[in-house]
C-alpha cells in the first residue's frame, strides 16, 4: 500500500481503544465496545485471507449480528478490500458497485455512506486516475452536490501523526522459544491486525524487551527515541529483517500491565472497594502472567495501597499529566492517549506508550483520518471534527489540549468504570460512528458524583472543567493539569483552594474584598486612636494642667489648641490613608474579577494580593509616626509651658499607636491574602511562577512584624512607668491587649506558614516529584 493511504489504514480500536484479550468480553459498557472487538476480529480474518478471488467473499468474515453492525463492518471490509485491490499493482480498481450486487439486502446505492465514496476517490486520485464527479453524481445522486464540494477541495491531508504505519499488512508471527535476530521470544504479550508485541530476550544485553514485530515503521520509533521521561516507556532501538519482511521496535519492558486491565478490574469491583490496593491487583495478576516477581519491599506500593480511589486516579493523572507536558514541549503529540496504551511497572507507575499492536487509524475522512490516528472514544471534539467525513474545510488543527482531553475520559474512566459520554444505538458508518461521539461531547451524560468525599468532589470538578467543548475552556497545559490533580493528592491545600462552602475559609470568599480589607485595617486604627486620646488626655495633658493650675486660662488655651491640632491632623492623615488603602485594593479586587472571568492572573495581579497587608502596614505605621513628631514639634513650637516629658508621652504613645495601626492590620490582611485572595486568583490555572520567591519574603516580613509585636508591650511597660495614677489603668489595659496583640500576631504568623505550607506541593518549583502521599 503506498505511503499515505486513506482510510484504507482502518482498524478496530479506532473505535474505543479496547485491548483486545483472548477472553470473551463481559459487562461491555456500551455498543461501541462490542463493536470494536467484532470489528478487529473482521479485519484479522479478512487479512488472513487475502487478497480475495472475488467481492463476495467478504460474506466469510461478517459474524452472525443485526443488520445495522454488519453493514458497518462490511463498509469498513469494502475500504479494507478495495486498497488490496488497488495496492496489488495490476492497474485494477474495485469499486462500491462490484460490491453493492454481492450484497444487496446489506446495502443499496442509496445507502452508500459517504467516507466509502471518499475511500473509493482517494484511492483513485492516488493513482493518477480522472475522478469525475458527474459520474458519482449519477451512481450517488444522495451524495452530488457533497462529492462536488469536496472533488473541489483537498482530500487528502498531510500526515503528521505520531502513530503513523506505513504498511498494512499482517505481521509475520514468531513462536515461543525463536531466536529472531537478537531476540528469544518468550511470550506473546499481544497482537493485532497489524501489529504483534512479544517479551522476549535480548541475547546481546541480557535484558528482557517488549518487542513489537510490524511490516513496516512511522513516526512512533522517532517521536519516542527522543524521551527520557520517568513516565513515557523508553524505546531502545528499531531494526529491519528481509526474511520475513518486518520491522522490529524493542522497547523497555513494564511488567504490569496496562491501565485496560485496571478499568477492566474496577469495572468488576464495587465502588466502596476501590482502593489503590485494586491497581496493585491487576499489576500483580500481570507480573504473574509474565512470570516475575512481586517487588517485596517497596514503598511506593505502600503508599499506593493506602490511597484512597480518588487519590489513587489523581496519582495516575499526575504521572501522565507529566509524561504529556513532557512530549508537549518537544513538539510531540499523543493523540492516542487510552489505558491500553499506558504500561504500569512493577510498582504501579504509569508509562505512556503507543505499541498501536492493531494500528489505530481511522476510516473516516481520506487522508485527514490517517493523518490524526486515534480512538473516537477517547477523542476531543476538535480531533473528531479533524477526521469527520462531513467536514469541507481544512482539518481543524489538533493540539496539546486535545491529549489532555483524552487523558480526562481516561481517567473518568479509571476512576468510574465508565467513559463520561454516552452513544445510543450502533453507527451504519464510519460517519455516524464520528457524528455520534461528537454529539456527546456536548454534555456529560454520567451524574454529579452525590458523596461526602471531599477529594471526590474535587476530582470530579477538575475532569468535568478538563472536558469543557471548548479548547479554550480547557485546562492549557499538562503542568497545569498535573497541578490541578495535585489539589487531590493534598487534602490541606484542596481545603485551600476549593473551601468548603460551610467553612469559614467558603463564607469568608463569599465576602466583599473592600468590607474585608476596611474592618481589618480600621479595627487596630480605631483602637489605637481610642487609646492615644484617653491616655493623651488623662496623661499628657493631665500633668500639663496640673503645672498650670495656677495658669487655668493658659492650659485652656493649650487643649484648644491641640484639639484644633489633632483635627487638623485627621483632616489630612484620613482622608490620604483611605486614598492609599482603596488605590491598593482596588488593584486586588480588579485582579480577583479578571480572575473570575478566566483570565489568567499577571504577576502584578498576585504582587497586589500579597503585597496589600505590607501596603496598609506600612501607610498606617507610616501616618502615625509622622503624627508622632508633628504634635509635639508643633505644641513645643507654640508653647514654653511644653516640656520634654510632655513631648517624651506624646511620641511613645503615638508610636505604639502606629505599631498596632501596622502590626495588626499586617497580620490580619496576611491571613486573608494566603485563605482568599492569592488562592482565589490562582485557582484556576494553579500556577505561579514566582510562589517560592513570594512565599519567602512573606515569611521574612512576618518574622519581622512580629518582632515588632513584641515591642509594643515593652513600649507600653516603659511608659508605664512614668504614667500619672489617673492614666494608669488605660496604661494596663494598653499592656494586656498588646499582649493578646502578641499572641494574635504570632498565632497569624503560624497560620501563614501553614497555609503557604499547604500550597507548596502545588505551586512550588522545588515540589517534590515523587508525588507520594
Not at 488603602?581 to 485582579?591: A, D, K, L, M, S
Request: net charge negative; proline share 5%.
Amino acid at each position: 500500500m503506498p505511503k499515505g493511504s486513506s482510510s484504507t489504514e482502518s482498524t478496530r480500536t479506532v473505535l474505543t481503544g479496547r485491548q483486545p484479550d483472548g477472553g470473551e468480553a463481559v459487562d461491555l459498557p456500551d455498543d461501541l465496545d462490542r463493536l470494536d472487538e467484532m470489528l478487529e476480529e473482521c479485519l484479522e480474518a479478512y487479512l488472513q485471507a487475502a487478497p480475495l478471488d472475488a467481492p463476495g467473499q467478504l460474506a466469510h468474515f461478517l459474524p452472525q449480528a443485526n443488520t445495522t453492525t454488519l453493514r458497518f463492518l462490511l463498509v469498513e471490509l469494502i475500504k479494507l478490500d478495495m486498497a488490496s485491490v488497488a495496492e496489488s499493482g495490476a492497474g485494477k480498481f474495485a469499486c462500491v458497485d462490484d460490491y453493492l450486487t454481492h450484497f444487496p439486502d446489506l446495502m443499496t446505492a442509496q445507502g452508500v455512506p459517504l467516507d466509502l465514496l471518499m475511500e473509493e476517490i482517494q484511492l483513485r486520485k492516488e493513482a493518477g486516475v480522472a475522478v469525475d464527479a458527474r459520474d458519482y453524481a449519477n451512481r450517488f445522486p444522495q451524495h452530488a452536490d457533497r462529492i462536488a464540494e469536496l472533488l473541489g477541495g483537498q482530500l487528502s491531508a498531510k500526515p503528521e501523526a505520531t502513530a503513523a504505519v506505513t504498511h498494512r499488512k499482517r505481521p509475520p508471527e514468531f513462536h515461543v522459544g525463536q531466536q529472531v535476530d537478537d531476540f528469544v521470544i518468550i511470550q506473546t504479550l499481544g497482537s493485532g491486525a497489524f501489529a504483534n508485541v512479544y517479551l522476549a530476550r535480548q541475547v546481546s544485553m541480557s535484558r528482557l524487551v517488549a518487542l513489537k514485530v510490524s511490516r513496516g515503521t512511522g513516526d512512533e520509533p522517532q517521536a519516542l527515541a527522543q524521551f527520557d521521561h520517568p513516565n513515557i516507556v523508553r524505546v531502545f532501538d528499531q531494526r529491519t529483517l528481509d526474511d520475513p519482511p518486518s520491522h522490529l521496535l524493542y522497547m523497555q519492558f513494564h511488567p504490569g500491565g496496562t491501565l485496560a486491565d485496571v478499568v477492566d478490574m474496577v469495572r468488576h469491583t464495587r465502588p466502596w472497594d476501590r482502593s489503590g490496593e485494586l491497581i496493585l491487583r491487576a499489576v500483580d495478576r500481570s507480573l504473574l502472567k509474565t512470570a516475575q516477581a512481586v517487588p517485596e519491599r517497596s514503598s511506593l506500593r505502600d503508599e499506593l495501597s493506602e490511597m484512597s480511589w480518588p487519590m489513587a486516579v489523581a496519582w495516575i493523572g499526575i504521572h501522565l499529566s507529566r509524561a504529556l507536558d513532557n512530549a508537549h514541549h518537544r513538539g510531540v503529540m499523543h493523540r492516542d492517549v487510552k489505558p491500553a496504551n499506558v504500561l504500569l511497572s512493577a510498582e504501579g507507575v504509569p508509562k505512556l506508550a503507543d505499541f498501536n499492536v492493531s494500528f489505530a487509524g481511522s476510516a473516516g475522512r481520506a487522508g485527514a483520518a490517517s493523518s490524526f490516528g486515534g480512538s473516537i472514544g477517547y477523542m476531543a471534539p476538535e480531533h473528531l471534527r479533524a477526521i469527520s467525513a462531513t467536514a469541507l474545510s481544512a482539518p481543524e488543527e489538533v493540539g496539546t489540549k486535545a491529549d489532555l482531553y483524552s487523558l480526562a475520559i481516561l481517567l473518568w474512566e479509571l476512576w468510574q468504570g465508565r467513559r463520561p459520554f454516552e452513544t445510543h444505538g450502533t453507527p451504519g458508518s464510519w460517519t455516524d460512528a464520528v457524528t455520534q461521539q461528537l454529539e456527546s461531547r456536548s454534555s456529560i451524560s454520567a451524574p454529579s458524583i452525590q458523596s461526602d468525599d471531599a477529594l471526590a468532589r474535587l476530582l470530579e470538578k477538575i475532569l468535568r472543567e478538563s472536558l469543557a467543548f471548548e479548547p479554550e475552556k480547557r485546562v492549557g497545559s499538562g503542568a497545569e493539569l498535573e497541578a490541578k490533580l495535585l489539589l487531590a493528592m493534598h487534602p490541606e491545600a484542596a481545603r485551600l483552594f476549593d473551601p468548603d462552602p460551610d467553612s469559614w475559609i467558603g463564607w469568608l470568599s463569599k465576602q466583599s474584598p473592600w468590607i474585608v480589607a476596611a474592618v481589618i485595617i480600621l479595627v487596630p486604627n480605631a483602637i489605637a486612636m481610642l487609646y492615644g486620646y484617653w491616655y493623651n488626655k488623662l496623661d499628657t495633658l493631665g500633668g500639663l494642667k496640673n503645672r498650670l493650675s495656677e495658669f487655668p486660662d493658659r492650659y485652656v488655651e493649650i487643649e484648644r489648641y491641640f484639639k484644633g491640632l489633632s483635627d487638623c491632623v485627621n483632616v489630612v492623615a484620613v482622608p490620604l490613608a483611605v486614598v492609599l488603602v482603596i488605590y491598593f485594593t482596588r488593584r486586588v479586587v480588579e485582579g480577583l474579577q479578571r480572575t473570575s472571568t478566566g483570565i489568567e492572573p499577571n504577576d502584578g495581579d498576585l504582587t497586589s494580593a500579597c503585597e496589600l497587608s505590607h501596603r496598609a502596614a506600612v501607610i498606617g505605621g507610616i501616618l502615625w509616626c509622622i503624627a508622632a513628631v508633628v504634635y509635639p514639634t508643633v505644641l513645643v513650637l507654640k508653647f514654653d509651658e511644653i516640656s520634654r516629658r510632655e513631648v517624651g508621652h506624646f511620641f511613645l504613645s503615638h508610636v505604639i499607636c502606629g505599631g498596632v495601626a501596622a502590626i495588626y492590620p499586617f497580620f490580619g490582611l496576611s491571613a486573608y491574602a494566603v485563605s482568599v485572595l492569592y488562592p482565589r486568583m490562582v485557582r484556576s490555572k494553579l500556577k505561579d511562577a514566582n510562589f517560592d520567591r513570594r512565599v519567602a519574603r512573606a515569611v521574612r516580613r512576618c518574622e519581622r512584624y512580629l518582632l515588632l509585636a513584641c515591642l509594643v508591650p515593652l513600649m507600653g511597660a516603659t511608659l508605664l512607668l512614668v504614667t500619672n495614677e489617673d492614666a494608669k489603668y488605660v496604661m494596663l489595659s494598653t499592656i494586656a491587649a498588646s499582649g493578646l496583640g502578641l499572641f494574635a500576631a504570632f498565632s497569624a504568623y503560624r497560620y501563614v506558614l501553614r497555609q503557604c505550607h499547604a500550597m507548596t506541593p502545588v505551586l512550588s518549583s522545588r515540589r517534590d516529584h515523587s508525588v507520594s502521599v
